[in-house]
């Protein structure tokens, strides 16, 4: 029972929502799914939420390496739930948005979340730079290849490939570094784009099948 | 910002970037707030977005997003360890939607639109006869279809098979160059706005 209810869930809606693209007065269908998908989605988060407490909670219990920083993150999750769930110091009444001026939710969001996440990425540009070193070595065709699109790409980016290219004649234009980044972009980039585009359709469609058919049912854990 | 935001945003800032020298208290003090603070902020989001405004204000008559609201409840059950099966109901109604709506959208976006806007230009309306262009779009037409044959693994890559499979690889990696390259762009511009807040907001040194 624990492994077939599920499936059978899974088989029915599966089929409803394949029968609703060919079957007007069902047609709708999707589209409510997808709103029943939002909505359990919040649940999942909190559930994620759930979680976090729950993991940091045992490492504050047993001490575990760094513990103290476990407060800081549930201190940072508290905060942040009681100041967008409560609004906070809103100025309107409860439809007012948790992004309105004012509210103790945005302030955070713009003194702490947003300087904080694009720090993270921006440090990525190091850590990038860095591998890139390791990485970009024309060890071979395949790598040589990548290398070059790689470059054109970065030097077709900043005036300096534009600098270094601007003594060529019209009739070469296409050779300038910018005019050949732009063609890397519109057709040998696109066109390894679609492939890869293509072969993930392929991919969804038939795990998408198999889902439906009740062949693959790792999603159902193990028994129990 | 007001001042006491922009001392903190810097603070923080710096605090990530502290892990440049090496792992340290500062940056384990600011990552830690991340994290507590985006689960907390995306939690907030979808509470108000999803929750309250697309059901509760909007369709609570309809019975389908209640059947969603009891589902997503189902879900919960997850932290109790001796129910927590029944929170496989939700993920399996999520598994068969997801199935059936994607497989069919997959099917008409990924793969049908997608083959025929790579043979349009060589044969539709968007034709066009000039040498240059027809040149590029035989690039197109070719690295997609070689890119593709790269993928069918089902058959030993030798042979013809093998060569357009080795020209598929040589344009997955001209992607691939061309994906980071616009990559470390993103992040350097991430890095800019990052130490123009430093300079400009933060120490006011910049004008």
């Known amino acids: 029972m624990r492994r077939e209810i599920p499936l059978a869930i899974t088989v029915f809606v599966g089929f409803l929502l394949i029968i609703s693209v060919f079957f007007p007065p069902v047609e709708t269908l999707g589209e409510d799914f997808s ?7 919040v649940f999942a988060f909190f559930l994620g ?15 575990e390496t760094d513990w103290m920083f476990s407060i800081v993150t549930l201190g940072g999750f508290i905060l942040m739930l009681t100041a967008g769930l409560l609004k906070i110091g809103n100025p309107g009444d409860i439809a007012t948005s948790v992004n309105t001026e004012g509210m103790l939710f945005e302030s955070i969001y713009r003194s702490v979340f ?11 540009a190091f850590f990038v730079a860095s591998a890139s070193y390791r990485a970009f070595r024309a060890k071979n065709r395949e790598a040589t290849i990548l290398l070059v699109a790689a470059f054109i790409i970065l030097m077709g980016s900043t005036p300096l490939g534009a600098m270094a290219t601007s003594w060529m004649p019209e009739s070469l234009s296409i050779f ?32 998408s099948l198999r889902l439906i058919l009740g062949v693959e049912r790792s999603y159902l854990g193990k028994e129990g | 910002m007001d001042h006491f935001g922009i001392w903190l945003a810097a603070f923080l800032t710096l ?7 090496r792992d340290n208290a500062w940056y384990k003090l600011s990552e830690s707030i991340f994290i507590g603070i985006s689960a907390g902020y995306w939690v907030v989001i979808l509470f108000w977005d999803n929750f309250y405004a697309k059901f509760w204000l909007q369709r609570q008559d309809d019975p389908m997003l209640w059947v969603g609201a009891a589902l997503g409840f189902l879900m ?5 360890p001796k129910i927590g099966w029944i929170a496989r109901w939700p993920l399996a109604f999520i598994d068969g939607a997801t199935a059936g709506l994607w497989g069919m959208n997959f099917l008409a976006s990924n793969i049908m639109v997608q083959t025929k806007a790579t043979i349009m230009p060589l044969m539709g309306p968007a034709f066009s006869g000039s040498i240059g262009d027809l040149l590029s779009n035989l690039v197109l037409v070719g690295g997609t279809f070689c890119g593709l044959i790269y993928f069918f693994f089902s058959k030993e890559h030798k042979g013809a098979f093998g060569n357009a499979a080795r020209v598929g690889i040589w344009t ?18 991430l890095l800019i706005g990052r130490i123009d807040f430093l300079f400009r907001d933060w120490l006011g040194l910049l004008k």
Do not use: C
């Open chain 1, 114 to 124: 947003v300087p904080l996440g694009a720090t993270m990425y921006a440090l990525l």
């Open chain 2, 172 to 189: 997955i990696m001209i992607t691939f160059g061309a994906m980071f390259g616009y990559t470390v762009m993103s992040r350097m511009s």
């Open chain 2, 76 to 80: 919960l059950l997850r932290l109790i």
């Open chain 2, 15 to 21: 605090g990530i970037y502290s892990f440049l020298y």
């Open chain 1, 176 to 207: 300038e570094i910018p005019n050949l980044a732009v063609w890397i972009m519109s057709y040998a980039n696109l066109a390894g784009q679609r492939a890869i585009i293509i072969g993930i359709g392929l991919g969804v469609v038939s795990m």
């Open chain 1, 49 to 63: 939420g759930g979680n976090l407490i729950r993991i940091h909670l045992k490492k504050l219990a047993r001490r």
């Open chain 1, 35 to 41: 709103l029943s998908f939002d909505i359990i989605a």
